[in-house]
Nanobody, 116 residues
Framework: QVQLVESGGGNVHSGGSTRLSCTASGTFTSFYRMGWYRQAPGKQREMVASMTTDGAPQYGDFVKGRFIISRDGSKNTVYLQMNNLKPEDTAVYYC??????????WGQGTQVTVSS
């Protein structure tokens, strides 16, 4: 059974940084696509960053150079380094991934709270 397990996040002060990690287990084949979404209270889930094995990373417009997505294919792990965090970045961050461009698997989510 394939599972995505996230770690990291927590409480961060405005302007601070944190790193999220997500590892896929239950598969011996690296995912083609892995990425991050987020959902704030009362808002729709939105794409934060995404990365495939053969393409350039993609970011949501609101990232504006503050976040960096990276992958370790040998570990089937994706990271999200988040810098210069703002209170509006407060959300539950979800990892997603799959063997196609549409992903298909989701993690349970990890809370990131940015205080001013």
């Amino acid at each position: 059974q394939v599972q995505l397990v996230e770690s990291g996040g927590g409480n961060v002060h405005s302007g601070g940084s944190t790193r999220l990690s997500c590892t896929a287990s239950g598969t011996f084949t690296s995912f083609y696509r892995m990425g991050w979404y987020r959902q704030a209270p009362g808002k729709q889930r939105e794409m934060v960053a995404s990365m495939t094995t053969d393409g350039a990373p993609q970011y949501g417009d609101f990232v504006k150079g503050r976040f960096i997505i990276s992958r370790d294919g040998s570990k089937n792990t994706v990271y999200l380094q988040m810098n210069n965090l703002k209170p509006e970045d407060t959300a539950v961050y979800y990892c997603d991934g799959g063997w196609t461009a549409s992903g298909g698997y989701w993690g349970q989510g990890t809370q990131v709270t940015v205080s001013s």
